[in-house]
């Protein structure tokens, strides 16, 4: 799986994002999820490379952080290399500590559940789907996400979308349930997604398995361009 690596001009809002979605994890997760997720949170602010897709980082260090021994921060570790949020990129050796590359893309699919604690904004933002109906009715002004035309009806992004949601129902939900389809012509295929940022983040780290997707619906397509 690539790595998402929120840089260039819209960067530091895609950090700020994932950040958020995290602390969201953080704040509303009483488990062991929700503390690793608020000690991932300073390891990323603190040590994270965000062009390098990792950070460096002796144990003790880290420990020292987290205001823990170092045996509880090598199990803390160990347990978020175990959920796939983080792996060992480079082992510690004599005067190096060692690497660890964050998966960006797993840390989010982590923190779905809570995206809509922030708010119908936030879940929207980042392309989650169909949000919560509120219990109140949502003022006039307000337009409530929904995910809607993906995968209804007939046509080639109705195959190739539900060939995704057999495949992956959970990554489905959250990125490709909620893209319509706008044109297919010329072996590309459009499609829009809800937000700018969804668009994006799915050209950037899921291109590839759409384009399995809707080429095995049709060889023909050789191209799947995902605009905002």
Not at 45 to 59: D, I, L
Not at 148 to 163: F, K, M, V
Not at 168 to 184: I, Q, Y
């Amino acid at each position: 799986m690539q790595q998402a690596r929120p840089v260039g001009r819209t960067g530091a809002a895609v950090k700020y994002d994932i950040l958020t979605a995290l602390m969201a994890l953080a704040c509303n997760d009483r488990d062991v999820d929700g503390r690793l997720a608020a000690r991932l949170v300073l390891l990323i602010t603190a040590r994270f490379n965000w062009q390098r897709g990792s950070f460096a980082c002796g144990q003790r260090e880290i420990a020292r952080m987290w205001g823990v021994t170092e045996r509880t921060a090598k199990r803390e570790l160990a347990a978020m290399r175990a959920r796939g949020w983080i792996t060992l990129r480079r082992p510690a050796a004599r005067g190096r500590v060692a690497e660890h590359a964050i998966d960006l893309d797993e840390v989010l699919r982590a923190t779905r559940a809570h995206w809509a604690a922030v708010g119908p904004d936030f879940v929207a933002r980042m392309g989650a789907g169909r949000e919560e109906t509120p219990a109140e009715p949502a003022p006039g002004n307000v337009v409530p996400f929904r995910a809607g035309a993906a995968g209804q009806g007939g046509g080639l992004w109705a195959s190739a979308s539900a060939r995704l949601g057999r495949s992956d129902p959970a990554l489905h939900a959250a990125w490709f349930a909620p893209l319509v389809e706008t044109g297919c012509e010329g072996g590309k295929l459009t499609l829009k997604a809800p937000s700018k940022f969804a668009a994006s983040y799915i050209q950037t780290h899921l291109a590839g398995r759409l384009l399995a997707a809707v080429s095995s619906e049709n060889s023909g397509i050789t191209w799947v361009d995902v605009t905002g």
